[in-house]
Structures are given as C-alpha cells and as structure tokens.
C-alpha cells in the first residue's frame, strides 16, 4: 500500500451530518473489499465489505459504493457520531492476501 | 466473541537483539496474516500461513521469520533489530479459504520500539 507519512488526509464533519470516504484500488482484477475502522492503539476492525458482483451494500449506518469502472470505492456513513472518529482504511484483495490503501482520519466535530 | 489474541502488547529492544511477537487465531480460524504498520502509515503484508504452511510473502526483511504451530498459533520471530522496525506489528486470522472470501480479523497487535 502506498503511504502518507505521518500527515492521513483528514475528513472533518460536523456531528450528525453523513460522512464520505473514498479509496482508489490499483488491481482491477480485485473482487473483494473490505473497510476497516482503526481506533487509536488498536488492530484495525472490519466494517463491511463488498465482492466484486456487487456495486453497493448497505449495513447499519454504513454504506459501501464500487465503482469498477474507475476502480473506486467509497464509504458512507451516516449520522456521524463521535464514536465514528478513527482512520478508515480500505483493503482490496490480492491472491490470498489483502492489500490496504492509504487511511483516512475522520474528525467528527460536535 | 474470542478475538486475535497478541503477545506482548508492548515490546522494547535494543539494536541487534532479537524478539518474538505470538499470536493467537481466533479459534477455527486457519490462516494467520502478519502486518507491520508505521506511526500514520497503513498495514503493510509481511507474511501469512494457511493449515500451518507458509502462504503468501510480503514485505518481510531476511532478518524476520515466522512460522504457525500445529495449534494454529503463530510466532513471528525478529533478528538483528533495527531501529527502523520500530512498528506496531498485527496479526490477522480468517476462517478456511475454502468458504470463500472472509475479512480478515486483527489482533490488537504488539508495539514494538528498538532503542
């Protein structure tokens, strides 16, 4: 995966307002993805993920959008609580191994 | 639910000891990935192991090794350390490849600081 460095991109929105996280993935031959959520001192959790067949899936509050046409794939959450705030990173799968994109910091403002 | 169990949490060396990071799988859980992850950088794939063979190879340095017990748990063992492999390294499990594409589960990892 590529690297920011020590500087994520942030997304700052206000509390309550729907949030939008978007991902580039470099393998078009990828047919499954998955968000992950990474809080401060812990391993990265899952939030949903999407198989290729599929161009979007809905869970609770939680939106995944694919777009393989530009191999793009975006993150919806909706309603965004403090709880939310934590780097977002996407993962595409690679052979049998996950590749992760470069994290985004979701600030949630109250 | 049992999660990916990690060991030590905290780690610290100095140059050109050596150290040895475990994991433990989420149980049923077959395949164990290992990432290493810079402060603000995303995981990057080191290794992983399926039915206690080695899998897939990332970008592991000679100097690391790792291996999975007939327990499934894995040990991740690190020589010569630098100071550039101060990281927070994770460990991953997933369920059997043969039920088809499973997210992978993160232990909360080890944090590792070479002085």
């Known amino acids: 995966g590529e690297s920011v460095g020590l500087h994520l991109p942030t997304l700052s929105v206000q509390e309550g307002d729907n949030s939008i996280i978007n991902c580039a993935y470099s393998?078009?031959?990828?047919?499954?993805f998955i968000w992950y959520k990474q809080e401060s001192g812990k391993g990265p959790q899952f939030i949903i993920d999407i198989r290729s067949n599929m161009d979007k899936r809905q869970g609770q509050r939680v939106t995944v959008l694919l777009n393989k046409t530009v191999k793009h794939l975006s993150l919806q959450i909706a309603a965004t609580q403090p709880g939310d705030s934590a780097v977002y990173f996407c993962a595409e799968k690679s052979g049998q191994n996950f590749v992760f994109g470069p994290g985004t910091r979701l600030s949630v403002l109250p | 639910a049992a999660g990916v169990i990690q060991s030590p949490r905290h780690l610290i060396k100095e140059k050109r000891e050596t150290a040895t990071l475990k994991c433990y799988p989420i149980p049923r859980h077959d395949t164990v990935y290992w990432y290493q992850q810079g402060p603000g950088q995303d995981p990057q794939f080191l290794i992983s192991?399926?039915?206690?063979?080695?899998?897939d190879k990332g970008s592991i340095p000679d100097r690391f090794s790792a291996q999975q017990f007939s327990d499934y748990h894995s040990e991740l063992n690190m020589s010569s350390l630098e100071l550039g492999d101060s990281a927070l390294y994770f460990c991953?499990?997933?369920?059997?490849?043969?039920?088809?594409?499973?997210?992978?589960?993160f232990g909360d990892g080890t944090r590792l600081s070479i002085l």
């Open positions: 393998n078009s031959a990828s047919d499954y």
């Open positions: 991953a499990s997933s369920p059997s490849r043969g039920t088809g594409n499973q997210p992978q589960h």
């Open positions: 192991f399926y039915e206690k063979m080695q899998s």
